[in-house]
């Protein structure tokens, strides 16, 4: 079966320090995968999507980065946090590129101080 | 004009209540229509697709409108399990991405 891994769950950093939230999937194969952030009480921002390894497509213009070394392995990055970096950040992959259920991992909440 | 536009609520309703959600839609090459469900401090997980026909599962019903530009959820019957924040969510393929919306609070009362 198919599961997601993100780690680390939480994470208190600040200001100015650099970030690297890492997402695994593990038993598919060429996964669509998706970086999204949620901001206490607002809606799922996208942030980044890739369809394969090396192709990152960049929705919001920010000081994060994401970058695709392997098939299954997702990394989103900053190399200064911000204060507005603060968030629920959500790794998730669907197989098709159809729009068919997307996994989600369970999420690292950072909190820059 | 948004991507995806919610009522983002709350709704409180009683228990055994009927309750509806609408989300409207601003690309009209939306491609796949869907509802997730996001309980508090957790990863949003599917509830159900929407099809151009309508469709239901148990005591949820979804229903597209392409020409209106506009999707809903209806769940009759709510329990106190169904308070949660539903997604509207809809599928861009030249885009290839998944855009949620900001979502509505749902909360069921005893």
């Known amino acids: 079966s198919q599961t997601i891994h993100q780690w680390p769950a939480t994470l208190v950093q600040p200001v100015g320090s650099p970030l690297s939230l890492e997402c695994t999937v593990e038993?598919?194969?060429?996964?669509?995968l998706y970086w999204y952030r949620q901001a206490a009480g607002r809606g799922l921002q996208l942030l980044f999507y890739?369809?394969?390894?090396?192709?990152i497509s960049s929705e919001v213009p920010q000081n994060l980065s994401a970058s695709r070394p392997q098939d299954r392995q997702f990394i989103l990055s900053s190399k200064k946090l911000l204060l507005s970096d603060s968030g629920f950040y959500l790794c998730?992959?669907?197989?098709?590129?159809?729009?068919?259920?997307?996994?989600f991992g369970q999420g690292t909440r950072l909190t820059v101080v | 004009r948004k991507e995806v536009e919610q009522d983002p609520g709350p709704f409180n309703v009683p228990e055994g209540a009927t309750v509806a959600f609408n989300c409207t839609y601003s690309?009209?090459?939306?491609?796949?229509f869907f509802w997730y469900r996001q309980d508090c401090r957790k990863e949003p997980k599917l509830l159900m697709s929407?099809?151009?026909s309508g469709n239901e599962d148990g005591r949820f019903t979804a229903q597209l409108n392409r020409a209106s530009q506009y999707i809903s959820l209806l769940i009759r019957d709510s329990k106190l399990s169904d308070s949660a924040t539903y997604l509207c969510?809809?599928?861009?393929?030249?885009?290839?991405?998944?855009?949620f919306g900001t979502g509505t609070q749902l909360k069921v009362e005893l």
């Open positions: 690309n009209s090459a939306s491609q796949s």
């Open positions: 929407v099809y151009s």
């Open positions: 998730a992959w669907e197989t098709t590129g159809k729009g068919t259920e997307a996994f």
């Open positions: 038993g598919t194969s060429n996964p669509n």
């Open positions: 890739s369809v394969g390894i090396g192709q």
């Open positions: 969510v809809l599928f861009t393929g030249g885009g290839n991405k998944l855009t």
